[in-house]
């Protein structure tokens, strides 16, 4: 007889898809980790190491949200995979777009100015986007980590 992990593993008996009450453990969970920074130091960031922790901020928030219903490794990891692309990026950050205020697209622009280089496969404007949502999640993760929680909980994470 098996498991109702097993099961889980191999696709039957699917738990249903996480709600925002899961959304919001989620982002809840990182909370012992977040520590805010004075608003006076956070100019003195710069829009790339705010990039560098929103990159992190956000895959794990990703890796967390994929993390139910039970999966093979593999799978956790294309799901993961195709989150973090700069591609879905650029269209998670079109999305928030109209939500945020105006300091946000302050630090949006300030990202997207930033973004030099890029990975040969990735469109520069695509790049420069994503760098754009890494910094803001970075800043909102140092400044205000309930906005941070508000703009995630908007985004439309599927496979």
Do not use: C
Not at 17 to 42: C, N, R, V
Not at 127 to 156: N, P, W
């Amino acid at each position: 007889m098996r498991s109702k992990e097993e099961d889980l593993l191999n696709g039957q008996d699917e738990a249903p898809k996480q709600d925002s009450s899961w959304t919001q453990a989620l982002l809840a969970s990182t909370t012992y980790l977040h520590q805010q920074i004075p608003k006076s130091q956070l100019p003195q960031i710069s829009p790339m190491a705010l990039a560098y922790m929103g990159d992190a901020i956000y895959e794990l928030y990703v890796r967390m949200y994929y993390l139910l219903p039970l999966q093979r490794p593999d799978t956790y990891h294309r799901l993961v995979v195709a989150q973090v692309r700069a591609e879905k990026q650029a269209l998670h950050l079109r999305s928030l777009t109209p939500y945020l205020n105006d300091n946000e697209l302050e630090i949006v622009r300030r990202g997207r100015n930033a973004a030099t280089g890029r990975p040969k496969r990735v469109d520069p404007e695509i790049y420069q986007q994503a760098t754009s949502l890494e910094t803001l999640i970075g800043y909102l993760y140092l400044s205000d980590f309930q906005r941070l929680t508000e703009l995630l909980q908007k985004l439309h994470l599927q496979e």
